[in-house]
């Protein structure tokens, strides 16, 4: 199988359990607590977790002014691809402070978000190598 068609399937996976999480899974059922701090940071760290994923699937092949910012031909931009996602999802979780979105910060957040980019980069470091060896 091929690396962007890997990534189509990771993504839309991943955007149906993240949605089966956020609007099927905490709003109608309550856990206690392990299980409910667990829940609450699941969508960010899945959604931390697919960005290089998303990356590649929607800009390899491209050329136009975002895809040669975002695509995804070595490891450094890999790196780039998720040191920029990382400021992106940490800007967004601060704009959560101003009570107009009607979300609420978390610290917790940033750290799933953490922990899912560093989880990504090298599964998909190793992917990558994977498939461009073949």
């Known amino acids: 199988m091929e690396l962007k068609t890997l990534c189509r399937w ?25 299980a409910r701090l667990l829940l609450g940071i699941a969508p960010n760290l899945l959604g931390s ?27 450094i931009d890999l ?5 920029l996602g990382f400021g992106m999802l940490v800007i967004n979780e601060y704009l959560q402070l101003f009570p107009v979105f009607g979300r609420t910060f978390d610290y917790f ?11 990504s980069y090298f599964v998909f470091a190793r992917m990558m190598n994977r498939y461009q060896l073949q």
């Open 79 to 83: 790196r780039v691809v998720c040191m």
């Open 109 to 119: 957040d940033i750290a799933s978000s953490v922990i899912g980019l560093s989880a």
């Open 49 to 75: 977790f697919l960005i290089p994923f998303g990356a590649y699937w929607l800009f390899s092949g491209k050329n136009y002014f975002v895809a040669r910012i975002f695509r995804i031909q070595s490891l």
């Open 10 to 34: 990771f993504m839309i996976t991943g955007a149906l359990v993240i949605w089966s999480i956020k609007f099927g899974i905490r709003p109608n059922y309550h856990f206690e607590e392990p």
